[in-house]
């Protein structure tokens, strides 16, 4: 527990959280503080950029293996697989309907890239080494979720939308394109090509992302705000079981195909995290009567903030005691 509650004081205290917190305060005291969308738009591209480049240079260094494959397919299961597992912890932590459940359990099945960007930054500051291969599996586990959403609705009669452009939408959605499409530049110019742009996607990373992250104070900030009386108790409590749950069934996958610490590590962020960007969208067509208000503040708001400040230092201090590293 010492441990944990170390790393945790040294993860609230870094510039990153920092940031973030900044965000939320400005946002909760109602400051005009605002990051021009543009700018935040240009600085999410460069995020997913430089994680997917780095990704591909270390999977061209390291080789594709059985390893990467059955790390890919794991994350493809846990994005099946978790959102059938929040739906049934809504079903008990809340009251929301259906339709509103399971909207709510497609963001648990899917994954925050921030999350992971911000986890794969406290793994550098502490030196501890992962497969560079998980970039992909964060890729992997964007869409499946939203397809267990709509057999969640579908089960009971009600109108989960698979409409004919939707899964070309899902596939080609911006943030998945850019991650896949930098992962695969990486891995073509390996790592002679991360030495020539190095000092462009190493350099400035963690100072680009603690602008990033003060944005998205802002925006979490600002949804709490406006969501009074939107989210039960037991909403908020789920928005802190869930990626608990969610990091154990992580653990327990990463530990079975051997991963490395750093990667059973990532491996939990990701099955921990709730997606904001790729899964709202989806879930505006594909089921547009489902309360955004609900979906969102959970995610950004409530399983976000803790995440970065609780449960990533919770799940480095487990998975290093769990693996010896």
Known sequence: MSEILTLASANLFSP???????????????????IPEA?????????????????????????????????????VLLS???????????????????????AVAAHYGSISIVTFVAATSVLEGRAIAAEGYMVAVAAAMEAPAILSALWLVSRNGSD???????MR???????????VGSFAIGILTGEKGLAEISPFIVSP???????????????AGRGLRQSKGVLEVGAV??????????????????????????????????????????????????????????????????????NLTLGIPLYVALATHLTGG
């Open 169 to 179: 939408e899902i596939i080609l959605n911006g943030s998945i394109v850019l991650l």
């Open 205 to 219: 990373f963690k100072g680009v992302l603690c602008l990033f992250l003060l944005d998205m104070g802002l925006i």
């Open 80 to 102: 099946f697989g978790l959102p059938l597992l929040a739906f049934a912890l809504l079903k008990v932590f809340t009251t929301f309907t259906r339709l509103d459940a399971a």
């Open 39 to 75: 700018v935040a738009k240009g600085m999410s591209i460069y995020l997913l950029f430089a994680i997917g480049f780095k990704g591909g240079a270390s999977v061209a260094d390291h080789g594709v293996d059985a390893a990467l494959l059955m790390s890919v397919w794991a994350g």
């Open 160 to 166: 989960g939308r698979m409409e004919p452009g939707l």
């Open 237 to 306: 409590a789920f928005g802190m079981v869930m990626p608990l749950a969610g990091s154990a069934i992580g653990l327990l996958l990463g530990m079975m195909i051997g991963l490395s610490t750093g990667g059973v590590i990532l491996l939990m962020v990701l099955a921990a995290s709730a997606s904001y960007i790729a899964v709202p969208a989806a879930m505006r067509v594909a089921l547009p009567e489902a309360n955004p208000a609900i979906y969102l503040t959970l995610s950004l708001g409530v399983t976000f903030p803790f």
């Open 16 to 34: 990153i959280i920092l940031s973030f917190a900044l965000g939320l305060f400005a946002a909760m005291a109602r400051s005009d503080l605002s």
